[in-house]
C-alpha cells in the first residue's frame, strides 16, 4: 500500500485531536465546604467574638495583622465595636533575653492561673522585633508552651511579623482589645529582652516583669538601666538545685541595686523574688505579688492614670506612624528623596537643606 506521505493531500503538519488535561484541582473538592473560606460580616466577627468563638478571634486578629486596606479597614471596624467590651483585663507584660526561660515560666504562670482560678481566660500575645529582620517569629509560639498551648481557657498567638517595631506593637495593643471583648481576663505580652521592644511592651501593660537570671556576681553588667526603671517586679529564674545560692546572691545584688533608683510614680517598690519555670516553684508568690500590685494601685489611683497615659501615648504613635507610612509613599517624595539622598552623598548640598526640601515636596510650603 502506499504511503500516506506520498497523497498530495496529506499535511505533514496536523493538529491530532489528543487528550485533555486533567484539571488543576479536584472538580469535587469545590463540594467541600470546608475549602471554601467563609467570609463573615464585621458584625459576624463581632458576635463570634463576643461568645468567645477562638477560630473568629483569630481570623479577625488576622485581619488586624494584615496590611491589605480592605482588611485594616474590616478590622477597624470590629474593634471599635468591640471596644466598649475591653479593658477588663489585668495585662502582664514578661521580658527577659533569649534563654532565660520566657516560654517555660508562661507555661507555668499560666498553668497555675486557669488550674487555681477556674474563671479564668488566659491570652498571650508576644512582640517580636527579630521578625522585622528575619520575617519569622522566635516568641509566642504554641510548641515552646506545652502544657498552655492545649489547655482550654487559653489562647496563644505568635507575634505580627510584618512591619516597623512601631506598627507590630500597635497590632498587638488592638489584638488586645479583641481577646478582652472574647472574654480573656488575663493578657500577657512577651517580649525578648533586647531593644526597644520593652518600651513598647510596658506601653501597654498593667505591670511589667522582667526576667533574670544569677550570673557570676556581675548580673547588673549589661542590663541597661531603662528596663531596670520600667520593672515593676524582678524576677530570677532557674532558682533551683545547685543554681539556687547563685540566685539567691543575685537576688541581693538586684534589691541593693533597686534601692539606688527613686521611687516610681507608681508609689510601689519593685519586688525581686526567685523561681523555677521548669519546677514550678515560687509561682504563686509572683501572682500574689501582682495582685497586691493591683490593689495598691487601684487604691493609689494610679492603675486608671497608668491605662489614660498609655491611651494618649498610642493616640501619639498612631498618628506617627500613620504620617510617615503617608509620607514615605508618596511617589513625589520618594523621587525627590532619592535626588536629594544623592546631592547629600556627593556634598552638594547638606542634610538640613535636604530634609527641608523633601518636606517642602509634601507639605507645599
Ligand atoms: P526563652 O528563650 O526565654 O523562652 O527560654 P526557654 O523557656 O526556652 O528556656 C531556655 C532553657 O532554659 C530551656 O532549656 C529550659 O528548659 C531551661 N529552663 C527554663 N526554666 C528553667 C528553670 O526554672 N530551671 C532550669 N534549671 N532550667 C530552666
Redesign the pocket.
Known sequence: MEHPENDHEFHALQVNEGTSDKPMINPYMKDFKRFKKKTYTVNEYVEGILKGNISLLSQAVTLVESSKYEHQSTAQEIIEKCLPYSGNSLRVGLT?V????????IDSFGMYLLENKPNDKLAVLAIDPSSEVSKGSILGDKT?MERLSVAKNAFIRPSPSAGSLGGVARKTRETIILCEAAGYNKIIIETVGVGQSETAVHSMVDFFLLIQLAGTGDELQGIKRGIMEMADGIII??A??D?LEKAKLAQAHFRNALHLFPLPESGWSPKVLLY????GTGIKEIWDMVDDYVNFTHKNGYFNHRRNEQSKYWMYETINEQLKSKFYNNPEVQSELKNCEYQVLNSQISSFIAAKKVLNTYFKE
Open positions: 527577659g533569649p534563654g532565660a526561660g520566657k516560654s517555660t515560666s515552646r529564674n532557674k533551683d538545685g543554681n523555677s519555670g521548669y519546677y
